[in-house]
């Protein structure tokens, strides 16, 4: 019928969240339901806890301090890390590239879970492609990622009402619970459901509370 749209449900993890969120907030008439997970708001708040000095640095405080030393061996300060990185990529031959590329994703790789080991990037291990994804990492985080800040939140009355599951890591480091938490409660028919052994990465507990609360969540709301 002319004028009708398909429904359905989107579902995403992490940055996978925040774009589900977008895309509800944008066609909300054409969401039945959110399944998400990690959730990742996009706000500067938020990418000032992750990798701007704020918060997690106080939790990694020596990670943090090796983030530093590769800032300082760059020329990149934190302030103006991505324009700086884009830089430093531009001017730097292949091997300097996947040096750089390491430096960079030695930190957030390290926030994921804290179940595992600190682990450090060997830059001969890396490849085109890993320096391409730290190349578009930074160019999206330079411009706020195409989005008003605070815009999700601002904008949530738009799918307040739209069923939705909430899946967060206790333990997430990257990106902490309370984002979930003040999301579900703007929210009129959301359920938060907390991974407690998880941090952002979910453990193997983790993934079967997903897996548990999103098939009772599409069985309640499937017709």
């Not at 579902?11 to 008439?29: F, M, N, Q, R, V």
């Not at 292949?94 to 390290?110: C, F, H, P, V, Y």
């Not at 899946?167 to 990257?174: E, F, M, P, Q, T």
Request: charged content about 25%.
């Amino acid at each position: 019928m002319a004028g009708t749209h398909i429904l359905w449900f989107v579902s995403g993890g992490s940055w996978g969240s925040t774009l589900s969120l977008l895309y509800a907030i944008k066609y909300p008439d054409r969401t039945k339901g959110l399944l998400i997970s990690a959730i990742f708001l996009a706000d500067k708040n938020s990418d000032n806890w992750s990798f701007g000095g704020g918060g997690a640095s106080t939790l990694m405080p020596d990670v943090w301090e090796r983030r530093m030393d590769f800032f300082k061996k760059f020329n990149i300060k934190v302030e103006t890390r991505n324009e700086d990185i884009l830089e430093a990529l531009d001017k730097a031959d292949l091997e300097t590239q996947k040096e750089i590329a390491a430096g960079e994703r030695d930190w957030e790789s390290n926030l994921f879970t804290p179940n595992n080991p600190i682990l450090y990037n060997n830059p001969s291990d890396l490849d085109e492609k890993d320096i391409a994804s730290v190349r578009l990492f930074a160019y999206y985080e330079k411009n706020s990622m195409f989005i008003p800040d605070n815009y999700i939140l601002d904008n949530v009355d738009k799918i307040a009402d739209i069923p939705t599951v909430i899946v967060h890591g206790r333990y997430d480091i990257l990106c902490p619970m309370n984002k979930a938490k003040i999301l579900a409660e703007k929210m009129n028919n959301c359920e938060l459901i907390i991974a407690t052994s998880s941090g952002h990465k979910l453990t193997a507990e983790g993934e079967t509370i997903q897996y548990m609360a999103y098939d009772r969540f599409l069985a309640e709301n499937l017709n």
